[in-house]
């Protein structure tokens, strides 16, 4: 069972790419906690057996990355709201019976790095740019957060017409040509696309529609300054980048495997900034 040595890891395929083992170990090592955290390469043909052997092979829990995350839904035993409403699961925890429940903390850990940027957003609109799972995570967490108006624009205009369909709420779709039209009179803009990333363009948005005051956030955050809020300081708005969001999901996972709620300091961004 899972008692004892707190043994938790990331699963994906590939998974080099991430930067959990990098954010557990920092904390493992900060508060002096006895156990461990590995990155598993799962290909997705062996993600189920993965998941069923958790378990037995004394694993607290699992964080999930890319490919599994949609997958992981149809093998947990319980499934919590966040959840299902991104579907998709970025934790899996392993009961003390050994039952597989599936969370999601990609919206809190969105939420939460807006927060502690001083961001507020209830009332008035938000643009999301993008309609992929990273978008999903963060259009959840403005519905919570009380956001009025979420206006979607994405290049595949049918797959924001299918987010629109499974959240509900005020979420009027923006064609990719007339993208610029979603900033009129927004309150927040928020890259949740890939572009911008290290090896992908820029994204091509002109910020001249959006108010002065309105926040821009990256869901980014390689390289933590991107092409979009480099030009978003010039013209004067308030900026958050992407590391706040990967810092933050990963808190809810930390306390669950480990049985702590860490923090997220300037010296654990740091750190993070330097990995290979
Ligand atoms: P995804 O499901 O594959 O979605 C990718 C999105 O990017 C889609 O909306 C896609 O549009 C759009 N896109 C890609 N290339 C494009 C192009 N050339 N022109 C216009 N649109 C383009 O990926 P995801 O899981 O949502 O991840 C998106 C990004 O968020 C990644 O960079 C990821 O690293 C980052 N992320 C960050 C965090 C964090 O904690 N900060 C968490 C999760 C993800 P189409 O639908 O038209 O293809």
């Not at 969370?103 to 209830?122: C, I, W």
């Not at 957060?145 to 924001?160: D, F, Q, Y």
């Not at 990333?197 to 955050?221: R, W």
Request: net charge neutral; no cysteine.
């Amino acid at each position: 069972m899972n008692a004892g040595y707190p043994k938790a890891a990331v699963l994906g395929w590939p998974v080099k790419h991430s930067l959990s083992p990098r954010l557990h170990g920092y904390w493992l090592h900060r508060y002096g906690i006895g156990g461990s955290y590995e990155s598993l390469a799962v290909e997705p043909a062996e993600l189920e057996k993965t998941l069923r052997h958790l378990p037995q092979a004394g694993f607290r829990g699992v964080n999930l990355t890319i490919p599994h995350k949609e997958k992981a839904l149809a093998f947990m035993q319980a499934v919590d709201t966040p959840a299902q409403r991104i579907g998709a699961v970025n934790m899996v925890v392993v009961g003390e019976d050994g039952r597989l429940e599936g969370r999601n903390t990609d919206a809190y850990g969105f939420s939460q790095s807006l927060q502690e940027a001083g961001v507020s957003v209830r009332g008035g609109a938000a643009a999301v740019i993008g309609a992929g799972g990273a978008a999903r995570a963060a259009i959840v967490a403005l519905q919570d957060m009380g956001v009025s108006e979420i206006r979607l624009v994405n290049r595949t205009r049918e797959r924001a017409e299918e987010l629109k369909a499974a959240l509900g709420g005020s979420l009027p779709v923006f064609d990719w040509a007339a993208r610029e039209d979603a900033l009129k009179d927004a309150g927040l803009l928020v890259n949740a696309t890939s572009l911008g990333m290290q090896g992908q363009p820029p994204l091509d948005l002109a910020l001249d529609n959006l108010p002065q005051t309105a926040p821009v956030t990256d869901i980014v955050y390689r390289p933590l300054e991107t092409d979009l809020l480099r030009r978003a300081k010039q013209h004067g708005h308030p900026t958050v980048d992407g590391l706040g969001m990967l810092l933050h999901q990963a808190r809810p996972a930390f306390a669950a495997f480990f049985g702590r709620d860490p923090d997220v300091t300037g010296d654990l961004r740091r750190h993070l900034l330097e990995a290979p």
